[in-house]
C-alpha cells in the first residue's frame, strides 16, 4: 500500500537544510542579557539549581578589591532578584557553587589563605562568610577557574591549579598534585560508580588539556589535545546515569569525550569554546564556538547515543569569545558566555522532529527527541488536541482536505506544518 508521508518541519529548523547537515540553524536568534561587567569581571561564575528550580548564578566584580554577587533565574530563565555576598574581597578568581544534600548552598572561590568558602540557605539571598582556614594556600589565591563537586556520600570536594582534596577544610591535599601549576581545573561525580574525575591543562603554559579520576582512588590519565594546542575544556556528569564527559574544543574541532569510554567529533573548525553540562534523564547538552563562527548547541537523547538537530546561534557580542559556560538540569538550557567583558546570558528550548504517516484517512504523528519518543506532547490537528502516549505517537481518523499540525511540549520549541489527507 503506497503510504504518503506528511512533510513536518518544526519552525526553529527552517534554515536547516541551508547550513547543512552537521549544524543547524535557529530561526529565532536568542536574545543575550549581560550578566557580568563590562569592566574588571570575572572568569568564571559559579552555577547551581536549587529544588525549587530556581538557577544561582554567582559572579564577581573588580581586581585587587573584589564585589560577589548572587543572580537567580527563574526555570524560564528570567532574573528574579541579585544579592551582593561580599565586597572587598581579595581578588576575582574562579567560583564554585554547589547544592549540598541539605539543599543549603556552599560557594568556594580564592581568597585570603586559599579556596573560602560562604554559605546561604536554599533560596540564597544571605551569604555567610565561614570562619574556616583557607586550603591551598598561596597557590589556591591565584587560582583561575576552580572545580567542585559533591561525593556520592555528599561530600564536597574542590579543585585547584591540579590539586584536589576533600572536605571543608580538607583533612588533607595531596603532596604530588595530579598536574601542579594548572591555570583551570573542573571536577565531575559519575552517577554510576562514584568517581570523581578531574579535567584540565597538563602543564602550566604549554596548552595541552587532559582528563582523570582523582577519588575514591586516581585513575588513568587521557590527553585530549597535544602539548602547544589551544584549548577549552568542559566537564559534566549525568543525572542518574553513568558517566562523566568532557567537551574539548582545541582550535580545530570540537569533541565530546567519555571518559575511559568513545570520543564524538561534532564539528570541524577553529573552535576555542566548549561546554558541557547534564539534563534530566542522562542527557547532555553540549555547546562550541568562536566569535567568527557564532555558537552552536545540541542536546542528546537519554543514552548520549544520539543528538538534537544542531541550533546555530549568534555570538552576543563582536568582542570574542573566551568561555563557556550551562546548566540544563530542568531540560532548557541555560548558556553563558564570556566575549571578554563579561557573562552573557540566554535561554533556550530543546528541539525536538515530529514525523508522521497517512492510510486511509488515518494520521499517525510521533514526536521524537534525538530518537527517544516523548510521551505527553500536545498534537493539535483539525480543532483537536492530543497527548502522545508512551511511544511519543497519537493516530486519529481525518477528512479529505488540507490541515495543519503543532506539536507541544514543556521546554521545547513548538513545531508546526501543514498536510493533505
Same mark, same amino acid.
Given at each position: 500500500?503506497?503510504?504518503?508521508?506528511?512533510?513536518?518541519?518544526?519552525?526553529?529548523?527552517?534554515?536547516?537544510?541551508?547550513?547543512?547537515?552537521?549544524?543547524?540553524?535557529?530561526?529565532?536568534?536568542?536574545?543575550? $542579557?549581560?550578566?557580568?561587567?563590562?569592566?574588571?569581571?570575572?572568569?568564571?561564575?559559579?552555577?547551581?539549581?536549587?529544588?525549587?528550580?530556581?538557577?544561582?548564578?554567582?559572579?564577581?566584580?573588580?581586581?585587587?578589591?573584589?564585589?560577589?554577587?548572587?543572580?537567580?533565574?527563574?526555570?524560564?530563565?528570567?532574573?528574579?532578584?541579585?544579592?551582593?555576598?561580599?565586597?572587598?574581597?581579595?581578588? $576575582?578568581?574562579?567560583?564554585?557553587?554547589?547544592?549540598?544534600?541539605?539543599?543549603?548552598?556552599?560557594?568556594?572561590?580564592?581568597?585570603?589563605?586559599?579556596?573560602?568558602?560562604?554559605?546561604?540557605?536554599?533560596?540564597?539571598?544571605?551569604?555567610?562568610?565561614?570562619?574556616?582556614?583557607?586550603?591551598?594556600?598561596?597557590?589556591?589565591?591565584?587560582?583561575?577557574?576552580?572545580?567542585?563537586? %559533591?561525593?556520592?556520600?555528599?561530600?564536597?570536594?574542590?579543585?585547584?591549579?591540579?590539586?584536589?582534596?576533600?572536605?571543608?577544610?580538607?583533612?588533607?591535599?595531596?603532596?604530588?598534585?595530579?598536574?601542579?601549576?594548572?591555570?583551570?581545573?573542573?571536577?565531575?561525580?559519575?552517577?554510576?560508580?562514584?568517581?570523581?574525575?578531574?579535567?584540565?591543562?597538563?602543564?602550566?603554559?604549554?596548552?595541552?588539556?587532559?582528563?582523570?579520576?582523582?577519588?575514591?582512588?586516581?585513575?588513568?590519565?587521557?590527553?585530549?589535545?597535544?602539548?602547544?594546542?589551544?584549548?577549552?575544556?568542559?566537564?559534566?556528569?549525568?543525572?542518574?546515569?553513568?558517566?562523566? @564527559?568532557?567537551? $574539548?574544543?582545541?582550535?580545530?574541532?570540537?569533541?565530546?569525550?567519555?571518559?575511559?569510554?568513545?570520543?564524538?567529533?561534532?564539528?570541524?573548525?577553529?573552535?576555542?569554546?566548549?561546554?558541557?553540562?547534564?539534563?534530566?534523564?542522562?542527557?547532555?547538552?553540549?555547546?562550541?564556538?568562536?566569535?567568527?563562527?557564532?555558537?552552536?548547541?545540541?542536546?542528546? $537523547?537519554?543514552?548520549?547515543?544520539?543528538?538534537?538537530?544542531?541550533?546555530? %546561534?549568534?555570538?552576543?557580542?563582536?568582542?570574542?569569545?573566551?568561555?563557556?559556560?550551562?546548566?540544563?538540569?530542568?531540560?532548557?538550557?541555560? %548558556?553563558?558566555?564570556?566575549?571578554?567583558?563579561? @557573562?552573557?546570558?540566554?535561554?533556550?528550548?530543546?528541539?525536538?522532529?515530529?514525523?508522521?504517516?497517512?492510510?486511509?484517512?488515518?494520521?499517525?504523528?510521533?514526536?521524537?527527541?534525538?530518537?527517544?519518543?516523548?510521551?505527553?506532547?500536545?498534537?493539535?490537528?483539525?480543532?483537536?488536541?492530543?497527548?502522545?502516549?508512551?511511544?511519543?505517537?497519537?493516530?486519529?481518523?481525518?477528512?479529505?482536505?488540507?490541515?495543519?499540525?503543532?506539536?507541544?511540549?514543556?521546554?521545547?520549541?513548538?513545531?508546526?506544518?501543514?498536510?493533505?489527507?
Amino acid at each position: 500500500m503506497h503510504r504518503p508521508r506528511i512533510t513536518l518541519l518544526a519552525l526553529a529548523f527552517a534554515a536547516l537544510t541551508a547550513v547543512g547537515a552537521a549544524m543547524g540553524s535557529a530561526a529565532t536568534p536568542p536574545a543575550w $542579557n549581560r550578566v557580568s561587567g563590562p569592566t574588571q569581571p570575572g572568569v568564571q561564575l559559579g552555577l547551581a539549581r536549587t529544588a525549587n528550580g530556581v538557577l544561582h548564578v554567582i559572579w564577581n566584580r573588580g581586581a585587587q578589591s573584589t564585589s560577589i554577587f548572587e543572580t537567580r533565574l527563574s526555570a524560564a530563565g528570567r532574573p528574579v532578584g541579585t544579592s551582593t555576598i561580599a565586597t572587598g574581597w581579595q581578588g $576575582n578568581g574562579g567560583l564554585a557553587l554547589l547544592v549540598m544534600p541539605d539543599g543549603t548552598l556552599r560557594l568556594f572561590t580564592p581568597g585570603v589563605g586559599g579556596i573560602n568558602t560562604f554559605t546561604a540557605p536554599a533560596g540564597g539571598r544571605s551569604w555567610t562568610h565561614q570562619s574556616v582556614p583557607g586550603w591551598g594556600t598561596a597557590v589556591a589565591e591565584a587560582a583561575a577557574v576552580i572545580g567542585a563537586t %559533591l561525593t556520592k556520600d555528599g561530600q564536597p570536594v574542590t579543585a585547584w591549579k591540579g590539586d584536589a582534596a576533600e572536605g571543608v577544610p580538607p583533612a588533607s591535599i595531596p603532596q604530588d598534585a595530579y598536574e601542579g601549576g594548572m591555570g583551570e581545573s573542573f571536577l565531575a561525580t559519575d552517577a554510576g560508580s562514584g568517581a570523581v574525575v578531574l579535567a584540565g591543562e597538563t602543564v602550566a603554559g604549554q596548552g595541552g588539556a587532559y582528563v582523570e579520576q582523582v577519588l575514591p582512588s586516581p585513575g588513568p590519565r587521557v590527553l585530549l589535545t597535544p602539548l602547544g594546542k589551544d584549548w577549552s575544556v568542559g566537564l559534566s556528569g549525568r543525572i542518574g546515569a553513568a558517566g562523566v @564527559f568532557v567537551a $574539548n574544543a582545541d582550535g580545530r574541532s570540537f569533541r565530546l569525550v567519555r571518559y575511559g569510554g568513545s570520543t564524538k567529533t561534532f564539528a570541524h573548525g577553529p573552535f576555542y569554546s566548549g561546554t558541557v553540562c547534564a539534563g534530566p534523564q542522562g542527557r547532555l547538552w553540549v555547546a562550541w564556538g568562536d566569535v567568527t563562527d557564532g555558537l552552536y548547541v545540541t542536546r542528546s $537523547n537519554k543514552a548520549v547515543g544520539a543528538f538534537e538537530p544542531v541550533q546555530k %546561534l549568534r555570538s552576543p557580542s563582536s568582542n570574542g569569545l573566551t568561555f563557556l559556560q550551562c546548566d540544563g538540569s530542568t531540560g532548557a538550557l541555560d %548558556l553563558f558566555a564570556d566575549d571578554g567583558t563579561g @557573562f552573557w546570558h540566554s535561554h533556550l528550548l530543546a528541539q525536538f522532529a515530529v514525523h508522521g504517516s497517512v492510510a486511509r484517512g488515518k494520521a499517525t504523528i510521533s514526536v521524537r527527541d534525538a530518537g527517544d519518543p516523548v510521551a505527553g506532547a500536545t498534537v493539535s490537528v483539525g480543532g483537536r488536541h492530543l497527548k502522545t502516549g508512551a511511544d511519543g505517537s497519537v493516530t486519529l481518523a481525518l477528512r479529505k482536505g488540507s490541515y495543519s499540525v503543532s506539536a507541544s511540549a514543556p521546554g521545547y520549541a513548538t513545531a508546526t506544518a501543514s498536510f493533505h489527507v
